[in-house]
């Protein structure tokens, strides 16, 4: 048996290893249920990957809901393309970035509105999906109260996924999650002087 016919024999053998592997988990897991799924850490991502699993569950016909804090006043390509869509309500706090709007009481009073129209979704059983987007940042300044948040999220319709992101997730939501990722920055473009670019970064 020639070299590349060994490499191919033990690539099979380490494959069928895997597949086995891999379908013992599939079959045990058998639980149904809505999911949680935190988005967070420094890193670039965390509301395209959010924006990733909307545009899989339109695909599937799944009615959903965004609701994003913070971003309001950007030319947003995820506004731009699901605002419209008739799976998709979109609702927007639409006051900017807090370092912009410089003003504590505004921003209250504009994320408990928009928090008002979040819990409408997360009551709302014909929603399957809801991102809350950049969430974390209310919690982070004092901007809501965080067992309200909580509570809704924990209390929403039994087939309703929810999608948070944004940095500094508190341990609270983290333990409520089932899924939690924590991405990191390990080098961005912006640092080295380079400007946010259209389609990559909004």
């Keep these: 048996m020639s070299n590349q016919e060994e490499r ?6 380490a494959m069928q290893r895997k597949k086995a592997h891999v379908d013992k988990r599939i079959a045990a897991a058998t639980t149904e249920k809505n999911l949680l799924l ?5 890193g670039k991502g965390k509301s395209s990957s959010a924006f990733g699993m909307l545009a899989r569950s339109v695909g599937h016909g799944m009615k959903c809901a965004v609701v994003q804090f913070i971003k309001g006043q950007w030319d947003c390509g995820e506004h731009a393309n699901f605002a419209e869509h008739p799976l998709v309500d979109f609702h927007v706090m639409n006051t900017g970035f807090t370092w912009e ?25 014909s929603y399957e999906l809801v991102i809350l987007d950049e969430l974390t940042y209310m919690l982070t300044y004092g901007y809501l109260e965080k067992s309200r948040i909580l509570k809704a999220i924990k209390n929403r ?13 508190s341990k609270e939501l983290i333990a409520l999650a089932d899924t939690v ?4 920055n390990t080098k961005h473009a912006f640092d080295s002087g380079i400007k946010v670019q259209k389609g990559i970064d909004y």
């Design 8 to 13: 191919n024999e033990r690539h099979k053998k």
């Design 38 to 42: 935190v988005l967070t850490g420094n």
């Design 101 to 125: 709007t410089q003003d504590r009481s505004k921003d209250i009073t504009a994320a408990e509105q928009t928090w008002v129209k979040a819990e409408e979704f997360l009551t709302d059983s």
């Design 157 to 169: 319709p039994k087939n309703q996924h929810a999608v948070v992101t944004g940095r500094n997730a």
């Design 181 to 184: 990722s924590e991405i990191n």
